[in-house]
Every structure is written in structure tokens, then in C-alpha cells.
């Protein structure tokens, strides 16, 4: 749902330069849509490389929309590790051989010499952008209720983030329909992390009422520590409801680089029955992690922290 972009420093000049191509791709992204700057190279080399480029350029007119443009996409980044970027080489050749190691979504540059299936160029967004697959992405979508479909669905969001929380009123970790779509989002979390900077946090946000037990803590301890993978730490937090305060109620996945609605939960189900994702724009998803992350809108009744104990395939 979110997908990470290579984009040429010159190719933001560009943008800026141009009024309706200025008013296009600011809308097109960062928080609240389904596109995202991958940090490539790391973002002070690219910063240096998006000054000299944008040297020359008419402060009165352009430069305002430059800095503009620039100051959107870099708000928010997904970042990578282990970058080996060879400054005798252009920033493109650099990026296609980044590609090799780990995929883009697509790498946007101001032209496409090698004719690299991944590469969009200026020209190909001016005219096919809104056909092109690799520009082209959703930001609603469904799939069976079945914990690998989930998983699939949502694997962008995983692979990309930095940070995760699943917000769930009803998770259970006595509930195997709940463990076995945590079981597979984790292998996502896990398949790509070696080439991405270390996951900084995976809560898990759940209504107090959600287990009727007598040991939470124990409970967990028990039934989850085999689905997180070795050296990845899940924490539990169970809410209760403020007097007047806000209802826990919607199903959402909130990261460091956006969040989702999900429908009807965090739970696989029978066949036949859908799972539906939609991506919040800036403004809910803000509103979601002030309430659940930043300010919390509930009383925290209990938190638990499990190890990980899994060993994925990678």
C-alpha cells in the first residue's frame, strides 16, 4: 500500500521548475499516499547532489516551488542499509545497480538511456502516468481472509517501515485466528530487514475487554513468542476507555511512514470472506497516532513485552 521511489535530485528540479508539474506530484508524495522517497543514497549525499542542481534557478519564481517540493518528499523517507554507492558512476547507474540488490518500486529519473524496465523517465511520467503499473498504485484494496493473503496484501507496508503498530480492539493471543496472520506478517517483517535499518518498534494495541482470562501476560509469554522473529520484540498494550473519551473501535496498522483501515480486523476467517485495506490520508492517520502512539486518547490497563523466538527463513 506503500511503495518506495528512487527519484533523481534533478528530476525534483525539474518538477519544481514547471507549475503543473509542481501542483502534480506534490499531491503524489508522502504521508497519506501510497508513495514514498526511498533515502537513496543516504540523504545527505542527495541533498548535496539537489543543491548543485538546483543552482541556476530563478529564486523569485522557481526556487520557492523547488524548496517546497523538496521539503514534502523529504519529510518522511524509507530508509536502507548497506548502500554502496560508487561516486564515479551518476546518480541512475548507482540506482540500477541498488536495484539488483533490492527492488524499487520503480527508480524516477530524467531519462531512461539503458532503457531499464525499472526506470520511469521525465518523458514517461509526462504521458503515461496515470497508466503506468509501476506509477500507477492503489490505495484501497481487498483480498481473501486468509492469513498468507493478508499478508501479501499488506507486505509494502512491512518490508518498508520502520515502525509498526496494529491496532486492534479484539486481538486474542489465545486465539489462533489471530496468531496465524501475526505469524505471517512477521515473515514479512523479517524477510527483508537485513537490507533495511533495524524495526525500532511492533506493538500491538488491543481493548482490555479483548481477553477474559486470568493472565494476560501469561498468555502471551506462551502462545507469541514463536511467531516473532529472533532479535524483534512485540509489546501488547491493553486500553481501556476514558469516561467521555474516545470508543476503541476501527482496526488500523499505523507505521513511520503511514497507516491503513483495515476491515474486519486483524483476524483470518472462512473462505469467501474479504479482508479490505485502505489507506488513510495524512490528516486520519495523524489523528490515529496521536491516539494510540504519541498522546494516548485511552488509559493504559496493562503491557506486556514478549522476546522473539523464531527463526525465519530469509
Given at each position: 500500500?506503500?511503495?518506495e521511489?528512487?527519484?533523481?535530485?534533478?528530476?525534483?528540479?525539474?518538477?519544481?521548475?514547471?507549475?503543473?508539474?509542481y501542483?502534480?506530484?506534490?499531491?503524489?508524495?508522502?504521508?497519506?499516499?501510497?508513495?514514498m522517497?526511498?533515502?537513496?543514497?543516504?540523504?545527505n549525499?542527495?541533498?548535496?547532489?539537489?543543491?548543485?542542481?538546483?543552482?541556476?534557478?530563478?529564486?523569485?519564481?522557481?526556487?520557492?516551488?523547488?524548496?517546497?517540493?523538496?521539503?514534502?518528499?523529504?519529510?518522511?523517507?524509507?530508509?536502507?542499509?548497506?548502500?554502496?554507492?560508487?561516486?564515479?558512476l551518476?546518480?541512475?547507474?548507482?540506482?540500477?545497480?541498488?536495484?539488483?540488490?533490492?527492488?524499487?518500486?520503480?527508480?524516477?529519473?530524467?531519462?531512461?538511456?539503458?532503457?531499464?524496465?525499472?526506470?520511469?523517465?521525465?518523458?514517461?511520467?509526462?504521458?503515461?502516468?496515470?497508466?503506468h503499473?509501476?506509477?500507477?498504485?492503489?490505495?484501497?484494496?481487498?483480498?481473501?481472509?486468509?492469513?498468507?493473503?493478508?499478508?501479501?496484501?499488506?507486505?509494502?507496508?512491512?518490508?518498508?517501515?520502520?515502525?509498526?503498530?496494529?491496532?486492534?480492539?479484539?486481538?486474542?493471543?489465545?486465539?489462533?485466528?489471530?496468531?496465524?496472520?501475526?505469524?505471517?506478517?512477521m515473515?514479512?517483517?523479517?524477510?527483508?530487514?537485513?537490507?533495511?535499518?533495524?524495526?525500532?518498534?511492533?506493538?500491538?494495541?488491543?481493548?482490555?475487554?479483548?481477553?477474559?482470562?486470568?493472565?494476560?501476560r501469561?498468555?502471551?509469554?506462551?502462545?507469541?513468542?514463536?511467531?516473532?522473529?529472533?532479535?524483534?520484540?512485540?509489546?501488547?498494550?491493553?486500553?481501556?476507555?476514558r469516561?467521555?473519551?474516545?470508543?476503541?473501535?476501527?482496526?488500523?496498522?499505523?507505521?513511520?511512514?503511514?497507516?491503513?483501515?483495515?476491515d474486519?480486523?486483524?483476524?483470518?476467517?472462512?473462505?469467501?470472506?474479504?479482508?479490505?485495506?485502505?489507506?488513510?490520508?495524512?490528516?486520519?492517520?495523524?489523528?490515529?497516532?496521536?491516539?494510540?502512539?504519541?498522546?494516548?486518547?485511552?488509559?493504559?490497563?496493562?503491557?506486556?513485552?514478549?522476546?522473539?523466538?523464531?527463526?525465519?527463513?530469509?
Amino acid at each position: 500500500m506503500i511503495h518506495e521511489y528512487a527519484i533523481d535530485p534533478e528530476l525534483v528540479i525539474a518538477w519544481g521548475k514547471d507549475r503543473a508539474d509542481y501542483r502534480y506530484f506534490c499531491e503524489q508524495f508522502g504521508l497519506g499516499t501510497p508513495r514514498m522517497m526511498g533515502e537513496f543514497p543516504n540523504f545527505n549525499n542527495w541533498r548535496k547532489q539537489f543543491k548543485r542542481a538546483a543552482i541556476g534557478a530563478d529564486e523569485t519564481n522557481e526556487l520557492p516551488r523547488i524548496t517546497a517540493i523538496f521539503n514534502l518528499i523529504q519529510d518522511q523517507r524509507i530508509r536502507r542499509d548497506g548502500i554502496d554507492y560508487d561516486g564515479t558512476l551518476t546518480w541512475l547507474e548507482n540506482a540500477e545497480n541498488e536495484n539488483k540488490r533490492y527492488g524499487f518500486q520503480a527508480i524516477l529519473s530524467m531519462d531512461n538511456p539503458r532503457d531499464h524496465a525499472q526506470v520511469l523517465s521525465s518523458t514517461v511520467l509526462g504521458d503515461l502516468m496515470h497508466k503506468h503499473p509501476l506509477w500507477h498504485v492503489k490505495s484501497q484494496s481487498s483480498c481473501n481472509r486468509q492469513a498468507k493473503q493478508m499478508a501479501d496484501l499488506l507486505s509494502p507496508l512491512f518490508t518498508n517501515c520502520s515502525e509498526l503498530h496494529f491496532v486492534d480492539p479484539h486481538f486474542g493471543p489465545q486465539n489462533i485466528r489471530h496468531r496465524r496472520p501475526l505469524a505471517k506478517f512477521m515473515e514479512k517483517v523479517a524477510h527483508f530487514r537485513p537490507r533495511r535499518l533495524p524495526m525500532e518498534r511492533i506493538v500491538i494495541h488491543v481493548a482490555v475487554e479483548s481477553f477474559k482470562g486470568p493472565d494476560f501476560r501469561k498468555e502471551c509469554e506462551k502462545k507469541l513468542p514463536d511467531l516473532i522473529p529472533i532479535g524483534l520484540k512485540l509489546e501488547l498494550k491493553r486500553w481501556k476507555q476514558r469516561n467521555g473519551g474516545e470508543k476503541l473501535h476501527n482496526r488500523y496498522i499505523l507505521t513511520d511512514i503511514g497507516g491503513v483501515k483495515i476491515d474486519p480486523g486483524l483476524d483470518d476467517g472462512k473462505d469467501g470472506e474479504s479482508f479490505e485495506v485502505i489507506l488513510l490520508e495524512r490528516k486520519p492517520y495523524e489523528k490515529q497516532l496521536d491516539n494510540y502512539v504519541r498522546s494516548p486518547a485511552f488509559d493504559l490497563a496493562e503491557q506486556v513485552t514478549v522476546i522473539g523466538a523464531a527463526r525465519m527463513n530469509r
